[in-house]
């Protein structure tokens, strides 16, 4: 039975004839009543019985009424989904994240994608770098919000969302100077707890070149591949991390944020949406382009 029909035998039963189905469908008597009778061919079974009075259901008809109703509800919701989310505005999106998404970026993103497409559901993944980078070529996850620069297989997008410079987390029980700042020179005794080389490697020889550059042969003391786990070395005493300044707005035991007098040579942290890219536009398309206030 095609779906239309199933429309004219509800149309008939609610509207008590096939005259005012017709006029409440907008289509020609004959029509209507040629897709009932192929629909009682179908079925085997008469559905109305026809007098001057309108059309009554028989009992074969009130018999699949609800099912027929419910069948038609199903399609009708079943479009609607699909034109949703050829809109962009439903279905599921896979975010893979570094922990640096989500104390800025992430909460913007997600109010701006309940603003702008309240039936999609997305799901989120707290990722490295390396691992988003396997998970993206792979189809685990639809974009990921990355540490960039960052060597991604395929054909993929980028959008830059946020460009941080650096300072200094340490622990309390460093000598700071009175005015708050410490120097790569301090850094280089304490040693550096870093992100390991092979997760963020541009942002690994970055930072030991600008201390090289500062005349400094500074350590790697430890190594952390989360940003909470590298705070944690540092409350423990294992050196000083070179952390994004959005650091500060968290309040760490046994950490203290302090800027780099002499860290102008110091690489900065960016954040970048990657997403593979598709001939026609995703939901990760909409994802990366939202106003985010990038910066």
């Known amino acids: 039975m095609e779906t239309r029909h199933l429309r004219y035998f509800l149309a008939v039963v609610d509207h008590g004839s096939v005259s005012r189905a017709s006029e409440w469908l907008g289509i020609a008597q004959p029509a209507l009543s040629q897709g009932l009778g192929r629909m009682e ?3 085997g079974v008469r559905l109305f019985e026809r007098s001057r009075r309108g059309a009554a259901p028989t009992p074969a008809a009130l ?6 109703r419910a069948s038609v509800a199903r399609i009708d919701a079943a479009a609607q989904r699909a034109r949703e989310i050829g809109r962009g505005s439903a279905g599921q999106l896979t975010v893979g994240l570094v922990s640096s998404a989500l104390f800025d970026t992430l909460p913007r993103a997600l109010r701006e994608m309940r603003r702008l497409a309240p039936g999609v559901r997305v799901i ?5 770098n390396a691992e988003q980078a396997e998970a993206l070529q792979t189809g685990e996850i639809d974009i990921g919000l990355m540490h960039t620069p960052v060597a991604v297989g395929g054909r993929m997008r980028e959008r ?5 410079r650096l300072v200094a987390a340490v622990p309390d029980e460093l000598d700071v100077p009175a005015d708050g700042q410490v120097s790569m020179a301090q850094i280089a005794r304490a040693g550096l707890v870093m992100y390991p080389q092979s997760q963020l490697p541009a942002f690994y020889a970055g930072i030991l070149d600008a201390m090289r550059k500062a005349g400094h042969d500074a350590h790697v003391a430890q190594e952390a591949n989360r940003t909470l786990t590298v705070l944690s070395c540092v409350a423990g005493g294992c050196g000083v991390a070179l952390l994004p300044s959005w650091i500060r707005s968290l309040n760490f035991r046994g ?7 002499d860290g102008q040579a110091l690489p900065s942290f960016d954040l970048s949406a990657i997403w593979p ?5 995703t939901l990760a398309d909409l994802f990366a382009n939202l106003d985010l206030g990038a910066r």
């Open 63 to 68: 018999a699949i009424l609800e099912d027929v």
């Open 277 to 281: 890219a598709r001939s026609v536009p």
């Open 124 to 128: 989120l993944c707290e990722m490295s």
């Open 160 to 164: 830059q969302l946020l460009r941080d």
């Open 41 to 43: 061919k179908d079925l």
């Open 255 to 261: 950490v203290r944020f302090c800027e780099v007098r």
